[in-house]
């Protein structure tokens, strides 16, 4: 089925939605973006989505609108398309200017965009995938949900070409998270995954799959795992809007979890499950 997108206050097709090549989103990816899982056509954690759009948008210093209007245009967004299970994208750039200038002028309009796609969405135990350890070589502002994505890219390219699902990314000997997801590590019956810090994206489900653990009575400590004590991991798991909770049975060489899925993720994947069918209403 055709898509329509929102771009700028307009609903068209998406094939026929252009931005001018002077955006900045194109020339420098000055710009930020967002995505947001829908369940039954319910926004899944959307509150902590848009309050974590409008971080981004501040930390770039872009004004653009606020949460009452994604609102509107995500509930219109899913009525115009008609999809149950989606991702809603958003982005939004500072704007275009026909000078090309790294200092951008002080009254551009921003650009609006925000489109949606089918999420396969799955109930079950996800089998257990292997990823490969990397140096983390991004900037040092990783809390910016940023379009700058170009370091995310080759990490996840040079991985996928060794045959590996992610990348687990390392800075000066501590786990960060993977190219476009957070990491957690279990030892010794403790949950450990990395602060949120400069270092990585503040990853929505991370944070549901804490609270999530807490409620099952299970120690988190959000503090930096070492690489020289990944052998000593019982469980390894990654989050995302889109992976949810991934068990991860190799890193490289290194067997986790008999390569199987680890008994504490798969009770925080049965947790995420039945917390999407309580917060989406889904009988
Ligand atoms: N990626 N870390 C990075 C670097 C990410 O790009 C993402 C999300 C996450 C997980 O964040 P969340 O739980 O809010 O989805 C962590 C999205 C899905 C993407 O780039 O498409």
């Given at each position: 089925m055709p898509i329509t997108v929102f771009l700028n206050g307009q609903w068209i097709a998406a094939e026929q939605a252009k931005i001018s090549v002077f955006d900045r989103g194109f020339l420098f990816a000055d710009g930020i973006y967002e995505v947001v899982p829908v369940y039954q056509q319910r926004p899944f954690l959307l509150v902590e989505h848009l309050a974590r759009l409008q971080r981004s948008l501040s930390a770039l210093q872009i004004n653009a609108p606020d949460n009452s209007f994604w609102q509107a245009v995500i509930s219109e967004l899913l009525e115009r398309n008609g999809l149950a299970d989606a991702l809603v994208y958003i982005q939004v750039t500072r704007g275009a200017e026909a000078n090309r200038s790294h200092l951008a002028g002080a009254d551009l309009q921003p650009t609006l965009f925000a489109s949606i796609s089918p999420l396969p969405v799955h109930w079950h135990q996800p089998k257990p995938v292997a990823v490969t350890l990397f140096d983390?070589?991004?900037?040092?502002?990783?809390?910016i949900k940023s379009t700058s994505l170009l370091a995310n890219i080759m990490l996840k390219q040079q991985a996928h070409q060794a045959g590996y699902s992610e990348p687990l990314l390392q800075r000066d000997g501590w786990i960060t998270e993977g190219a476009s997801c957070n990491f957690f590590g279990v030892r010794n019956g403790i949950i450990y995954t990395a602060p949120?810090?400069?270092?990585?994206l503040p990853g929505i489900s991370r944070d549901h799959v804490i609270q999530l653990a807490q409620q099952l009575g299970l120690e988190v400590r959000e503090q930096a795992f070492a690489v020289t004590d990944l052998?000593?991991?019982d469980e390894l798991f990654l989050t995302s809007s889109s992976r949810e909770v991934q068990p991860v049975g190799r890193i490289d060489d290194m067997i986790i979890a008999d390569g199987q899925c680890g008994p504490l993720t798969a009770q925080l994947v049965t947790a995420y499950h039945a917390s999407k069918r309580t917060l989406c209403e889904i009988s």
């Open positions: 983390d070589i991004r900037w040092l502002r990783c809390d949120k810090d400069h270092l990585i052998a000593e991991l």
